[in-house]
Every structure is written in structure tokens, then in C-alpha cells.
Nanobody
């Protein structure tokens, strides 16, 4: 199983980016999915997470109102729309998935067993 992230890059403060995560070898609709980020010298932290069926969604306080996580079951992808980006959003962003039987979000790094390779997001003028 592989998760492939795309959409990272360099953007000015206040700009927007859309990250996408596409799996190979699994149907995303059955999985809880999360977006995490890791800045240099810092621990990996959850940015947003979405449950099976999109029944529950979680956002880190630092991104509430600016980021939106969503599923597209037809395309078998999960996206992270990032608006009003700030320099402190600069990090490597990772997509993660875990087969989860209930409708809760999963927000802990150690609870995920599939990870993408990461995509760099740099917010700078």
C-alpha cells in the first residue's frame, strides 16, 4: 500500500494551496485519514483528520477556519485545502490512513499504519 501526496510548493503569506492524497491498493472510503505536518526540529503534529464517511472531522486549533479536509470517494482521494497560509505553516505535510471500524477521527501519529512520503509546503515572501 502506498499513499502519494501532491500539491505542495512555495506560496506567499496569505496564499492558498491544495494538497491531495491518493492511495494505491486500498479503498480510501473504508479508512480514517489524517493530514500531519512536521517542521524542522519539531514533532509531527496532526493538522486535520476525517473519519470514515466524513461523519467527523477534526482540525488543529492553529488551522481552524483556514484549512478544510475533504473526501472524494469517486476519485478515491482525500484533500486538504489550505487558505490564508502563514509562515508558521511551513513544514513537510504527510497523509496517513488507518482501517478504522467506527466513525471516530484518529488524531494520534502512532494510531496510523500507512503514511505517504510527504510534500513540502513553504510559506514565504
Amino acid at each position: 500500500v502506498q499513499l502519494v501526496e501532491s500539491g505542495g510548493g512555495l506560496v506567499q503569506p496569505g496564499g492558498s494551496l491544495r494538497l491531495s492524497c491518493a492511495p494505491s491498493g486500498l479503498a480510501f472510503s473504508a479508512y480514517a485519514v489524517g493530514w500531519f505536518r512536521q517542521a524542522p526540529g519539531k514533532e509531527r503534529e496532526v493538522v486535520a483528520a476525517i473519519s470514515r464517511g466524513s461523519f467527523n472531522i477534526h482540525y488543529a486549533d492553529s488551522v481552524k477556519g483556514r484549512f478544510t479536509i475533504s473526501r472524494d470517494n469517486a476519485k478515491n482521494t482525500v484533500s486538504l485545502q489550505m487558505n490564508s497560509l502563514k509562515p508558521e505553516d511551513t513544514a513537510v505535510y504527510y497523509c496517513a490512513a488507518v482501517l478504522y471500524p467506527n466513525l471516530n477521527v484518529v488524531v494520534t501519529v502512532n494510531d496510523y499504519n500507512y503514511w505517504g512520503q510527504g510534500t513540502q509546503v513553504t510559506v514565504s515572501s
